[in-house]
């Protein structure tokens, strides 16, 4: 599945995030688009009150936006949803989905919008046109044949409020709580580890916490690739000297410095912000132990401080267990002398904590030589990130996937909170934990219901308002319902949204498993290979997209969307549709509804001639997060919902927040004895988003023109008897009786951990065994995987 646009290149990038290169891909991908002018002047009402909410990212959208509230990879977005490409079905007249399925993930989607709802026709192998009213009788049928355990209803992260709420209502008035969604393979580490931490489902920190900040440990999250709006955040913040502690496999040139291309005067002075004022390259799975390392420093200089008598919180007998015990107490004083009371705040501790003895005990017990060897960071290093935070008043833990998309992605979170329990980072001005989210309304589905598992849905309440017995039954995650489609246990896949065929693991099992579904439905904007490959009765129904004027039978529509930093905000859609016959997602929704259930309570179609009638009814379901939800919806700067822990009330078991050690530093596969096998983390390019490849340019890193490349250490390439641009086959080292093999890989030398390497995702999705997952959370463990190389026999023209 190559496509091949020019000739691959790999040079270093020397230029800065932003800047002109950013100004000029933006006109470049409006140009290829076909996006007409009226298009590109869209983009200056993205982000803004009463314009539309950006489709790309789930980054906060502020009260004061700058002029251009926008950033390359929104515009890419906007651009790619309003383009005037067509995959109409003279298109699909032309093209068996046999053939199709040779295509590369980009050039399907590169065919532009779908027009028309299509049924896909057994006789000539193509989607042909059918009748809305047609499509829903059908699926309707086929939905009421089966049971409702057989059936799993899809969400990816970009449907709004109100189609994400009725698309639950719907699966649970059918019976099903198979309610697989995009987030069990993003921040699933954080819904499961904030509550347990802090009693948090999401993360705590809000725009104004940038502004009174002293300190971002800034971990695992690529900025200028995924949320490159939050570099204005951080470029203000670094303006009033806040520093920038960076974990990262990569030097990202993100996190290296920035040109905001929105500023005239940095532009025409090419002016660059330096962004981490500290950066550590951590080995992909090295966080537990980097974090330990950070909390051990911290802990062992209090411990000295202690000990000498100059800490008011005297009295215990602690030995440092560091053998450098003159350099430990120069530390302890050094931090002890720009905050004279302490270097942990004990009073914090003993007032809103537990589980803090066993931890500090955990953070003593751990060998630097051992913590160095798993994190890949120096004691030096990690001392001075300790000291940096102790030295900081405030401060902010923003994270993202390299942190969650792991076998420990659970024990990641845990100890970011730990870190910021230490010190009261949490629940104060300029503080905070900010889970930095993915699809622009991920976070929002979960909000109103989304969720298989049935006790964070609120199911007594759904039932007194729309007289059915909801499911109780826990229901299938995305790592379960992989395993239902494999097995045949899974006989039907309605999709709100997505490509999940490409986005999950083990994707040659997947695709043999989907093609025995009995029925799939496809809500899209966009042909990806989850729709050309399909079941016995498969259906793609185009929707409209969030950018597009929504018109009902009470007029215009707006619909709403949750950000990053748990505001709401109302999204008004003005681009004229793609085509004349495309429904919105919940028209979609309720016409298969209507047709599955048959007579109900809901007003089915009052609620899409009016959406603000959805709103009432999500307010009625929660009426604290959405009171007066219709009166606030275009509030500036969104409406915040109530998160207790940002004010210190802890919802958890304990009613404190908690401490919680991890067993250990690093999973159980063990590689010591296999010194061929190298590390795995699978990465974003900055032309996708996700699964949709935009182009073959990676300019930040310096790739253009393919994307099947693996960046390897050099040691590692000679070590192995490899040379820099050799073509390799990578094989996943598991030993579970499968072979996984992705083959026609360029290596590439980059600055990157010994033992580590990197690689694209979806073109490795391949080689995850779906088994490779946090048992905790069921998140993919995308950024750690071991695997293999060997010599190719193929070449990248393959
Ligand atoms: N343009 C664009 N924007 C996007 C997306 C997109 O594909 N394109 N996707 C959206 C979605 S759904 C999401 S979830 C977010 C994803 O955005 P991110 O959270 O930034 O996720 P990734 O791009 O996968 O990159 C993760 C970063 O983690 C680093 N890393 C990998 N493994 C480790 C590790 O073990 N430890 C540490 N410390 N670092 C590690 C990598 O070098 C990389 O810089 O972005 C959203 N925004
Ligand atoms: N190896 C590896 N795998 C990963 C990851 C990784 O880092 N590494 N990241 C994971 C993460 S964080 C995520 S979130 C998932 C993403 O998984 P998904 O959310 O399933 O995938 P996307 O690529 O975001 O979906 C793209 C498709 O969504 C459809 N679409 C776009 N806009 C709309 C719309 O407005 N409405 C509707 N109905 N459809 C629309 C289009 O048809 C498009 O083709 O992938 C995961 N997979
Ligand atoms: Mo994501």
Redesign the pocket.
Known sequence: MTSKTITPTVKPYEGPAGGWDSAKSVAGVLFKEHVPLKGSRLLSTQNKPEGYMCV??AWAKPAQPHPLEFCE?GAKATAWETTSRRADSAFFSGHTLGELEQWADHDLEEKGRLTHPMRWDAASDKYVPVAWSDAFQEIGRELRALDPHQVDLYTS?RASLEASYIYQLFARMYGSNNMPD?SNM?HESSSVALPESIGASVGTAILSDFENTDCIFY????VG???PRLLHDLQDAINRGVKIVT????R?RGLERFVNPQSPVQMLTGKETPISSEYYQ?K????IAALFGVCKALIEADDVLKASGQNPVAGRDATPKDPDNAAMIAFAASMASADKKHVLDHDFIKEHTTGFEEFAAAARAHQWNELEHVSGLTRAEMKKAAATYANSNAVMMVY????TQ?LMGVENVHMVCNLALLRGNIGKPGANICA?R??SNVQGQRTVGITEKPGLAPLDKLSELYDFEPPRWTGRSTVETCEAIMSGQSRAFVSLGGNFLRAVPDTAAMEAGWRKLRLSVQIATKLNRSHVLHGEVAYLLPCLGRIELDQQTSGPQAVSVESSIAHFHGSRGKAKPASPELLSEPAIIAGIAKATLGQTKIPWDAWVGNYAEIRNAIERTYPETFKDFNERLFKPGGFARPLPARERKWVTKTGKANFITPGKLFPDFSTADRSDVLHL?T??SND???TTIYGYSDRFRGVEGTRRIVFMNGEDIARLGFVDGEIVDMTTAIDDNSVRNVGGLRIVQYNIPKGCCAAYYPETNPLFPLAHHDPKSKTPSY??LPVRLSRSTLTQDD
């Open positions: 790309s990212c990879n992260g995009s993003c971990i695992a999250q690529n690739t995924s949320s974990f990262n496999l990569l990202e951590v992909n799975g090295g966080d993202g996937m390299g942190l792991h930095v993915g699809h983390a990465l974003r996708q988003f996700n950024k750690l």
